[in-house]
């Protein structure tokens, strides 16, 4: 039990480790966001067309190319400023797959094979779009933010203010927030890999269907950042088929234990699931279309 | 006092940074690669908490330690216990690597091994290839007779899984990626001509060179026989970075 539970801290402070200076950018991004980007001049850059406004919006993470942990509070602070819950989601479902690390390492981690880095990129765009679109369809979007942050949003003074007394102040609200859900999120995701033997899952390995279902709760489980999973996935390429390991690196980045608690903090929690079970329907889709055509 | 414990939290996760890079323990929790970049982040914690909670001294100078302490306080206490937790764990305790322990969760491979290409470059000798170099070599020898005979001296845990007979173990370490929670086990199997006395998880020096032997299941397989295994302290990098 006592080695048990030293895995468990172990891999806990692992998430934690690797998490925190991607939220630090984010943060100080979100930051700068408040003090030197003004309301008028965000709703001046993105078109007034939304759909051109949503395809525009998923390529934002090429300018600041942080995984997942990070892009929470950007979106956080881009609703403060004016931009639509379905535009924040767009970002925030993109971001981690839509930017030039991530696609990097997919390119160089699947050198053999380029297309799974073809696969997961043009997959990132396209279901970060339609369920971007979706929403913005929805009249009252803002029944899908929790009341806090709908309260937030609502009551947001628009004052520019360039203090560090203030900087400090919006850094310090919005790292409290952020940690607390990343080390709620990181202590279950550590626990759930320690006591649910992943041995079940690579059992699976071979089989075209039930392989994507294994990578798809391993992609939830181990909760990695969208920057390196790809060279994590390549480990398995011998023995999971293709078509699971793009499951696992199109689902692991939008959706996994950790990334479920930060979302939170702007989210409620039905919408979560159906962002959820939305994004698991597509990636099971596209990993069984691989798996057949054999690409 | 309370304005400023925010800013104090983040003041820790710095010291932790700090505390991390001092005792060299970085790479307990993340490749070698992010250290960097948390140090970034550390620094970023400690700059700001530190201006923070020195301001909020400076604006409270006389009420600072005049502290009341209600309902109201108790429920933002409970709301932020993971990042308590979180701080306690990280600034009590010392830093640990991964455990056998944990091998139901994590895959056991030495085959599955992303090699990254032809620009490995072997050093002359073999005895000091390093274990990449030896995974590297296994994955890519043309048959198992072209290892045989070759001189190895390697460093890791033993590894024993409940069926292997008591002179068979692994001699194994943690395969990182990015950070622990994707820590694969990679092993080179040791055949002794005796009982092994060593312990799960001791970490050893072994001396010998490989040789092909028929397994269980009557495979050829190679394994190194060992002329000299001793105890050693666990390295300063425990795990092989990938």
Not at chain 1, 129 to 134: L, M, S, T, V
Not at chain 2, 119 to 141: A, E, G
Not at chain 2, 189 to 218: C, H, I, M, Y
Request: glycine share 4%; aromatic share 14%; proline share 4%.
């Amino acid at each position: 039990v006592f080695n048990q539970l030293q895995n468990f801290i172990t891999l806990f402070l692992s998430i934690v480790v690797e998490s925190l200076p991607f939220v630090i950018v984010g943060i100080l991004v979100s930051t700068l966001v408040a003090l030197f980007v003004s309301e008028d001049r965000l709703v001046k850059l993105v078109p007034q067309n939304k759909f051109l406004s949503h395809v525009i919006i998923s390529f934002l993470g090429i300018l600041a190319p942080v995984c997942q942990c990070g892009n929470v509070p950007v979106a956080r602070r881009l609703m403060l400023k004016g931009l639509s819950v379905s535009q924040a989601t767009t970002f925030l479902l993109a971001a981690p797959i839509v930017n030039p690390l991530t696609v990097l390492t997919t390119w160089e981690a699947f050198k053999t094979n380029h297309s799974v880095a073809i696969i997961r990129l043009l997959a990132g765009v396209v279901i970060a779009n339609g369920i971007g679109r979706y929403l913005s369809w929805q009249k009252n979007q803002e029944r899908y933010l929790t009341k806090k942050f709908n309260d937030e949003v609502c009551n947001v003074t628009h004052t520019q203010k360039l203090k560090i007394s203030y900087a400090l102040e919006l850094f310090q609200s919005e790292f409290i927030i952020i940690m607390r859900l990343l080390c709620l999120g990181a202590i279950f995701a550590a626990a759930t890999q320690v006591f649910i033997p992943r041995t079940i899952l690579l059992s699976f390995g071979q089989n075209p269907y039930l392989s994507i279902i294994a990578m798809l709760a391993l992609g939830f489980i181990i909760s990695l950042c969208s920057t390196v999973d790809a060279f994590f996935a390549l480990s398995y390429v011998t023995t999971f088929t293709l078509g699971s390991l793009l499951t696992f690196l199109i689902f692991g980045p939008l959706v996994d234990i950790k990334m479920l608690f930060m979302m939170k903090s702007i989210f409620t929690t039905r919408f979560l699931i159906w962002v959820t079970i939305v994004i698991a329907v597509i990636s099971i889709f596209i990993g069984v279309i691989f798996n057949y055509l054999r690409l | 006092m309370k304005k400023s414990l925010p800013y104090l939290t983040i003041l820790l996760f710095g010291i932790y940074g700090a505390k991390l890079f001092l005792l060299h323990k970085i790479s307990f929790y993340i490749s070698y690669r992010y250290e960097l970049f948390f140090l970034f982040g550390a620094t970023v914690c400690l700059i700001v908490g530190g201006i923070g909670v020195l301001q909020v001294l400076a604006q409270n100078k006389n009420t600072f330690l005049k502290i009341r302490y209600g309902k109201k306080d108790l429920k933002t206490f409970t709301k932020n216990l993971p990042i308590v937790f979180t701080l306690l764990v990280a600034l009590l305790l010392p830093a640990w690597t991964l455990h056998s322990a944990s091998l139901s969760q994590q895959p056991v491979s030495l085959n599955n091994f992303p090699i990254s290409s032809s620009r490995t470059i072997l050093p002359k000798n073999t005895q000091d290839y390093t274990f990449q170099n030896w995974i590297y070599v296994l994955s890519f020898m043309p048959t198992q007779a072209s290892i045989s005979g070759k001189l190895v001296k390697i460093t890791g845990f033993v590894y024993r899984a409940p069926d292997y007979r008591q002179n068979v173990f692994m001699v194994s370490r943690f395969q990182v990626t990015c950070c622990s929670v994707d820590a694969t086990l990679i092993g080179l199997p040791v055949k002794s001509d005796k009982t092994v006395p060593f312990q799960q998880d001791e970490w050893v020096e072994v001396k010998g060179k490989f040789a092909v032997f028929l397994n269980r299941k009557n495979e050829k397989q190679v394994f190194i026989v060992p002329s000299e295994i001793k105890k050693v302290k666990e390295p300063e990098f425990p795990y092989t970075f990938y």
